[in-house]
Antibody, heavy 113, light 110 residues
Framework: EVQLLESGGGLVQPGESLRLSCAAA????????MNWVRQAPGKGLEWVSG????????NYADSAKGRFTISRDNSKNTVYLQMNSLTNEDTAVYYC??????WGQGTLVTVSS | QSALTQPRSVSGSPGQSVTISCTGT?????????VSWYQQHPGKAPKVMIY???KRPSGVPDRFSGSKSDNTASLAISGLQAEDEADYYC??????????FGGGTKLTVL
C-alpha cells in the first residue's frame, strides 16, 4: 500500500519561510513525478509544483514561481517544498500527490500576523 | 495552464445515476491517460475514486466508473447513495511535471 506522509506545516507570519516534507512508502519513488497540491479554506484544489522522478525537471504554478522551490531526495523517498516570502494567500492545506492518484493526508500552513 | 471545466453542481435521487464531465484540451486530458477523480467530504482530505482514467482503487465501489473521449473525461456514479453527496474534482497530468485540476462539482443526493 502506498503511503504519503506530509509534515512541516504550521503557523508563520507574512514574509516568513517554511519547509514542507513528504515521505513516501510503498512505491518505486524515483519512478514517480511528485507534486504539491494545496487547498485554501473553502476553495478548490490547486496544483502548486511538480518534480520529475530524477529531480531534473521541475515546474511551478504562477502563484509559486520565484518563491517556492521543490526538491527531492530519492535516497530518502522524500520530496520537499521550500516556501519563502509567504503571504496570507498561501494559507492552505498542502498535499503531496502523484498523477496516478496517490495522495497524502495533508499538512496545514497558516500565514497570519 | 487553465483549469479543467466541470459543472458546478449535479444532483440525483437515491438509486439513480449521474455523470460528471471534465473538459480539458489535447495538452492535458486528451494527451495523457492520467486522469484521476477525487471525492471530498467537508473537512476531509480528498479520496481518490478513479485513477488512470478508469481504474478503481481497492475499496472503491464499482458503482463508480471513469471514462474518457477526446478531451473530455467523465465520472459516472450509479445507484446513488446518500454518502455519495460530496465535492468531486477531476485532475489530469499536463506534461512537464504539471497537473491541472477541475474547479470541482458539488453532488447533491436529493
Amino acid at each position: 500500500e502506498v503511503q504519503l506522509l506530509e509534515s512541516g506545516g504550521g503557523l508563520v507570519q507574512p514574509g516568513e519561510s517554511l519547509r514542507l516534507s513528504c515521505a513516501a512508502a510503498g512505491l518505486t519513488f524515483s519512478s514517480y513525478t511528485m507534486n504539491w497540491v494545496r487547498q485554501a479554506p473553502g476553495k478548490g484544489l490547486e496544483w502548486v509544483s511538480g518534480i520529475s522522478g530524477s529531480g531534473g525537471g521541475t515546474n511551478y504554478a504562477d502563484s509559486a514561481k520565484g518563491r517556492f522551490t521543490i526538491s527531492r531526495d530519492n535516497s530518502k523517498n522524500t520530496v520537499y517544498l521550500q516556501m519563502n516570502s509567504l503571504t496570507n494567500e498561501d494559507t492552505a492545506v498542502y498535499y503531496c500527490a502523484t498523477a496516478r492518484g496517490h495522495w497524502g493526508q495533508g499538512t496545514l500552513v497558516t500565514v497570519s500576523s | 495552464q487553465s483549469a479543467l471545466t466541470q459543472p458546478r453542481s449535479v444532483s440525483g435521487s437515491p438509486g439513480q445515476s449521474v455523470t460528471i464531465s471534465c473538459t480539458g484540451t489535447s495538452s492535458d486530458v486528451g494527451g495523457y491517460n492520467y486522469v484521476s477523480w477525487y471525492q471530498q467530504h467537508p473537512g476531509k482530505a480528498p479520496k481518490v475514486m478513479i485513477y488512470d482514467v478508469n481504474k478503481r482503487p481497492s475499496g472503491v465501489p464499482d458503482r463508480f466508473s471513469g471514462s474518457k473521449s477526446d478531451n473530455t473525461a467523465s465520472l459516472a456514479i450509479s445507484g446513488l447513495q446518500a454518502e455519495d453527496e460530496a465535492d468531486y474534482y477531476c485532475c489530469s497530468y499536463a506534461g512537464s511535471s504539471t497537473l491541472v485540476f477541475g474547479g470541482g462539482t458539488k453532488l447533491t443526493v436529493l
